[in-house]
């Protein structure tokens, strides 16, 4: 399980969109997504891979960081995985 954080993205963009997107790029596509309004120009999408470990997703960030769309350069940050948090934790 793995969590991928998009931020600056366009703020309407739909669900199926994000996900079009990405997977056009190699991702997988996403079990969850959680929205952020942040301010205007920073709104993002906390999305979610049930199947897919960090490292996958690290693999493929990369490929969609920093990139130029819709007049906005989005940022792709794979968060700690839920098994890595819990490990930090215990340390």
């Known amino acids: 399980m793995a969590d991928l954080w998009v931020g600056s993205r366009e703020d309407d963009a739909s669900d199926d969109e994000i996900r ?24 993002a999408v906390a999305l979610n891979f049930n199947d897919t ?10 490929r969609v960081h920093d990139m ?4 906005r350069t989005i940022v792709v ?7 890595e948090r819990q490990t930090e934790r215990r340390h």
């Open 20 to 43: 079009e997107c990405l997977i056009k790029y190699g991702f997988p596509s996403f079990d969850e997504i959680q929205r952020y309004s942040g301010t205007s120009a920073r709104p």
């Open 77 to 83: 940050q794979v968060m700690p995985g839920r098994e």
């Open 68 to 71: 130029f769309r819709k007049d």
């Open 53 to 62: 470990t960090s490292d996958a997703l690290r693999s493929l960030q990369p």
